[in-house]
């Protein structure tokens, strides 16, 4: 467009909105305040429009699945099966972002979320994925240093903390029959950098098994009490009501479906198995 279109568009918008937009100085022109303010507001839904357009053309028969994940579960469990949807769904793209703290579906234009909770969120559907189990773990040659015969050997050994779950200690201990106050230690922000100083030998760790099954079988890490207990909650994929028809995310809630089905009917066949007279 020439100069003088662009003039004659913003004058035409002045006079739509009543408002002067712009300041003219000689042969210059600047944002006015309430320019500015418009522009602030406008930019996001300007944002929306570049972005769903450049996704149309770069990949006009799939789409593009804006996902939030918390970062251990989206590499530990997702990761590893992301490529068979990618395979089975050639035509979509998964852009993802990780966050430790609950998912802003309004301010940070996010499809959908993997989040660990038994929280509701407004406006929202989810479907369930999978229950955590944790258990108590660290190195084997840290092991060896204690005498853990009970709960309470572990209460008195040294106890790694995550920050964002900082009553899972007191909790474990509670299912297992001991009420204590549990004194704060050394703290992390993520359950993988809490494992890899649990096998640097720092302390006990109180960690989800998906996380830990291959530092069990290498035995980098190894359990300080044999039986698992049920987490405080459980991580699903949650996402607006608004979006439940956008098609990307409809081929991915059918994916998991299918991963949460195959799941419990390996349980359910493993059940059966171990309740047959020996």
């Given amino acids: 467009m020439t100069q003088g279109a662009v003039s004659r568009q913003i004058r035409a918008l002045e006079d739509h909105l009543g408002v002067e937009l712009f300041i003219r100085r000689r042969q210059r022109v600047v944002l006015s305040p309430a320019g500015t303010a418009y522009l602030e507001e406008i930019g996001k839904a300007l944002s929306i429009i570049r972005m769903a357009s450049t996704s149309l053309k770069v990949n006009p ?8 994940i918390v970062p251990t579960f989206g590499t530990r469990w997702l990761a590893p099966r992301l490529p068979d949807f990618l395979q089975k769904n050639p035509g979509i793209t998964v852009n993802l972002t990780t966050k430790l703290r609950p998912f802003d579906f309004a301010g940070e234009m996010l499809d959908a979320a993997i989040h660990f909770g038994a929280e509701d969120w407004p406006d929202t559907e989810r ?5 955590e189990t944790v258990i108590p773990a660290c190195s ?10 009970s709960v309470e050997d572990i209460a008195d050994a040294p106890l790694l903390h995550l920050a964002t779950r900082p009553d899972a200690w007191q909790a474990w201990f509670a299912v297992n029959g001991l009420d204590i106050e549990v004194p704060a230690s050394m703290t992390f922000d993520q359950f993988a950098t ?20 291959e530092e069990l079988r290498s035995g980098t890490l190894t359990p300080v009490w044999n039986e698992a207990n049920q ?7 949650i996402w ?11 081929r991915f809630q059918q994916w998991l479906s299918e991963i949460v ?7 359910a066949l493993s059940e059966q198995k171990d309740s047959r007279p020996h």
């Fill in 194 to 213: 809490m494992a890899q100083a649990a096998a640097h030998g720092l302390g006990l760790a109180l960690l989800p098994e998906f996380l830990i099954e």
């Fill in 240 to 250: 607006p009501t608004m979006r439940k028809n956008h098609p990307p995310l409809l």
């Fill in 140 to 149: 084997p040659d840290f092991l060896a240093g204690l005498s853990i015969g």
């Fill in 61 to 68: 028969d799939g789409g593009v699945l804006n996902l939030g």
């Fill in 127 to 131: 479907l369930h994925l999978i229950d």
């Fill in 261 to 267: 089905v195959e799941k419990e009917s390996v349980a």
């Fill in 231 to 237: 987490s405080i909650g459980s991580y699903s994929l």
